[in-house]
């Protein structure tokens, strides 16, 4: 039985009753705040919130009946009593953490519920890596629901992954007690084309009772219609105000993101504060966050700020990262306000702009105060099968990363993935590059184009596969890998030294996975990640002060980006347009096809 369900419901319900009616002492009140409604959208002053066995009583003028010797009272002394902060839409192996990490790392700032998609490890491990990731969640003093990973692979016959979800799995996970949903549809061509298995995915989630995920990359959103006939609720894939408007128009949830490397609120944001679309339709989440931003920038209170920042008023903000989010998973009456019979969930701040998270409330017990973290956490280990997943087939050399011209060519014009700084689709871009005398195309930083390989880890193949990437900056000998690539999650390596990708590889393969930077054959920063490749079970700050070494090293290499690294980790994403690299080869992903890395030789 989830821990949810806090106690049984009709014991639950009489003691609430007699709470608010002022016959029975509260387990805590919170006195004298000022009450962020986020049904009425309005902030009442004087207000005190009763609280009984982990959910909200009473919420009025005066809660002094309420109060017996054993009650814990909370001076709000007119602080805003802000519902706990909900992420719609996230996935925990970005953070490069474990649930519970992830955790300890997001609650202080405010994140009472996250709604998470571990298609990550799901590529990697399968139902059984799903599983840890549930049963774990299941074990958090927060709401962590689980959304069951629809798209692995996620682009069939253009990628090799380490495991398959099939509709069996979506069904059997469907019984679970802590599944809320399906996860990102990502294979949108597939649904827009009546694909057997992944209307077969959706069918078995919508027999549940439960929410279908969406992920529409295309541009072109003629295809849009297609695809929400399909059953996918809600999208986050999302770059300009046109998308926005055009998913809440065919009844979807538009999820907009701020995630490390995802800037996409602004861009959107003006439907509502522009164009006056009805902001309930509208939902804030963060897809993907690294553990240095989590600790040095925040969770989810990063994201409201910023979206208030970009002109949205702090109410319709707060709504869109609370109850609207509630609302779309038919939640409202367990969470996402402060009203009675919720969950008592609540942040406590003296200023909805600039939004300081001073004590932090989940499930009826004070779990964070200031930056601290106060309540108890799950010992989950995760088991040692989960720690062997990279498996290369053998060590790697220099040569592996040859990229072979045509015979007797003196020059080429290649293709190139474009890096778009702050965005998730690349550019599909061509450059002509010269032939050395033996025989092999290299990188150009006149051009700043350098090498990438997909290394095979999953079946230990010992197979690379090579290609031409822009954007990074890199201006000296050095490599860039990781077994962190959505969504396949092979090995990427971005170089300009075919010596350090290779010392680069082979460092990740003897770790057991992670990132690591090295340059003129020295290794400059590693984050190890030894579950899946994916995650550390070391606290947040340990794995953050590593990232940011990480980050560190790539800009001493002459990488400028922001967030790099996550841009790097997407590279193999071959669902979002428009150039991508998997093991199989170059993939245009305007139209899921592979291409040759050549367009035409000299």
């Keep these: 039985m989830s821990r949810f369900a806090l106690s049984s419901w009709p014991d639950v319900t009489a003691e609430l009753i007699a709470v608010a009616a002022g016959r029975a002492p509260a387990d ?19 207000t005190d919130i009763a609280i009984k066995s982990g959910r909200f009583a009473y919420c009025g003028p005066d809660a002094s009946a309420m109060i017996g010797p054993d009650t814990r009272v909370i001076e709000a002394a007119g602080r805003f009593m802000v519902p706990g902060l909900c992420d719609a839409h996230m996935h925990i192996e970005s953070g490069m953490l474990t649930v519970t990490e992830f955790v300890r790392a997001v609650a202080p700032h405010g994140t009472t ?17 799903v599983r840890h990731m549930h049963d774990e969640a299941l074990d958090q003093p927060v709401s962590v629901f689980v959304q069951m990973p629809s798209c692995v692979p996620s682009a069939p016959g253009l990628e090799t992954t380490g495991a398959e979800i099939t509709p069996e799995d979506v069904a059997e996970a469907m019984t679970w007690p802590n599944i809320i ?5 990502m294979n949108f061509p597939a649904v827009m084309n009546e694909d057997p298995k992944m209307l077969a995915e959706i069918a078995a989630t919508q027999r549940a009772g439960k929410v279908v995920g969406g992920h529409y990359a295309s541009p072109d959103l003629n295809g849009l219609h297609a695809y929400a006939a399909g059953g996918p609720a809600d999208d986050h894939e999302g770059t300009c105000e046109a998308d926005a408007i055009a998913r809440v128009r065919l009844g979807m949830r538009s999820m907009m993101r701020l995630g490390s490397a995802w800037y996409d609120i602004e861009s959107q944001i003006t439907a509502i504060t522009e164009k006056g679309l009805d902001s309930r339709n509208f939902i804030l989440c963060t897809d993907d966050c690294h553990s240095g931003t989590l600790v040095n920038e925040g969770h989810m209170n990063r994201v409201l700020r910023h979206a208030i920042e970009c002109g949205c008023d702090p109410l319709v903000a707060i709504q869109m990262c609370s109850i609207n989010t509630a609302t779309h998973f038919g939640l409202e009456r367990e969470l996402g306000s402060i009203a009675p019979g919720r969950r008592a969930d609540m942040v406590l701040t003296s200023d909805l702009r600039s939004f300081p998270v001073e004590t932090v409330i989940a499930r009826g017990v004070v779990i964070a105060k200031g930056s601290e973290m106060l309540a108890p956490m799950p010992d989950y280990t995760w088991p040692q099968d989960t720690r ?3 498996r290369m087939g053998k060590v790697l050399a220099a040569d592996d990363f040859d990229i072979k011209a045509p015979i007797g060519a003196r020059g080429v014009t290649a293709r190139v993935i474009g890096v778009v700084e702050n965005q998730a689709p690349t550019r599909a871009l061509t450059a002509r590059l010269g032939v050395d005398d033996f025989g092999l195309v290299n990188s150009d930083a006149e051009q700043d184009v350098c090498q990438i390989a997909v290394v095979e880890r999953h079946k230990g193949t010992g197979a690379v596969t090579n290609a031409l990437v822009s954007g990074f900056g890199y201006n000296r000998p050095c490599a860039v890998a990781s077994t962190v690539a959505h969504d396949s999650h092979q090995m990427i ?8 990708m290779a010392a680069s590889a082979n460092h990740l393969g ?3 996975g992670g990132v690591t930077v090295w340059a ?4 400059l920063a590693t984050v ?4 899946a490749g994916l995650m550390s079970d070391a606290p947040a700050a340990e794995v953050a002060a590593a990232a940011d070494q990480m980050v560190a090293a790539m800009a001493a290499c002459g990488c400028t980006l922001n967030n790099a690294y996550m841009q790097h980790s997407l590279l193999a994403l071959v669902v979002i347009p428009s150039l991508r690299i998997s093991d199989l080869g170059l993939i245009d992903v305007t139209t899921f096809s592979k291409v040759d890395l050549f367009t035409e030789t000299q």
């Design 28 to 46: 805590m009140v919170v006195r004298g705040g000022k009450w962020v409604n986020v049904h009425s959208r309005e902030v009442l002053d004087n």
């Design 493 to 500: 390596v971005v170089g300009t030294s075919k010596a350090d």
């Design 520 to 523: 003129e054959g020295k290794e």
């Design 388 to 390: 062997e997943t990279v």
């Design 528 to 531: 190890p990640l030894p579950i």
């Design 181 to 185: 949903g399906l996860g990102e549809m």
């Design 113 to 129: 519920t996250m709604f998470v998609d571990p298609h990550e490890v799901a590529n990697v491990l399968g139902l059984p890596g």
């Design 510 to 512: 003897a770790i057991g």
